[in-house]
């Protein structure tokens, strides 16, 4: 297969490639460019192609994705934070000594 080669893509994976080339493009950044950046992205949050033949596939939103930390930020946001946390209550007193 040779390089730049797309054939090992999904249909989602080009059609996200293009959208964000697009708004590369409405920035200002040149042609050539905006294909550049759009399918490295698609490579970042993907993994690179999804096809059958593409090598193994993973998870396709990474932990340390900017989507999933928001996701992350979210959530511990929502959680109460009123009172000490539950090791301090549970051990508050001192021992005595002898």
């Given amino acids: 297969m040779p390089r730049g080669d797309k054939s090992s893509y999904t249909d989602k994976q080009k059609r996200q490639a ?20 759009a399918w490295a992205t698609v490579n970042k949050e993907t993994g690179g192609g999804k096809k059958s033949g593409s090598g193994r596939g993973h998870d396709v939103t990474p932990e340390h994705s900017p989507k999933s930390r928001k996701k ?23 021992r005595k000594s002898k």
């Fill in 18 to 37: 293009q959208h964000i080339e697009q708004s590369y493009e409405q920035r200002g950044v040149n042609e050539k460019e905006a294909e550049r950046r």
């Fill in 72 to 94: 992350n930020a979210d959530a511990s946001a929502h959680r109460p934070t009123e009172g000490p946390p539950a090791s301090t209550q549970k051990g508050d007193k001192p």
